[in-house]
Nanobody, 115 residues
Framework: QVQLVESGGGLVQAGGSLRLSCVAS????????MGWYRQAPGKQRVSVAR???????DYVYSVKGRFTISRDNAKNTVYLQMNSLKPEDTADYYC?????????WGQGTQVTVSS
């Protein structure tokens, strides 16, 4: 089992920045990738960014060049640095961990970008 706890969401004006953090605990050694999903009101949950144990990253097209995913293995933490935020980035953001052929989820953190 893996437990994930997110933090760092909040309200920011368009053009601003936020950094989300996610601390993993439990069966950490079995994690082979972590990432962030988001779900806007009335929309499906979608992948935003992913990072593997060897540091490979992937981003959804709409955030490329603005968001950066990184991880600190010593702290069992993954980050999502979000710059140049837009109102369309408003959503609940969820941290995920892939381990044992399943995906674990955090409880989510809300990000609101005002225009």
């Amino acid at each position: 089992q893996v437990q994930l706890v997110e933090s760092g969401g909040g309200l920011v004006q368009a053009g601003g920045s936020l950094r989300l953090s996610c601390v993993a605990s439990g069966s950490i050694s079995r994690i082979y990738a972590m990432g962030w999903y988001r779900q806007a009101p009335g929309k499906q949950r979608v992948s935003v960014a992913r990072i593997t144990n060897d540091g490979r990253t992937d981003y959804v097209y709409s955030v490329k060049g603005r968001f950066t995913i990184s991880r600190d293995n010593a702290k069992n933490t993954v980050y999502l640095q979000m710059n140049s935020l837009k109102p369309e980035d408003t959503a609940d953001y969820y941290c995920t961990a892939e381990a044992d052929s399943r995906r674990y989820w955090g409880q989510g953190t809300q990000v609101t970008v005002s225009s």
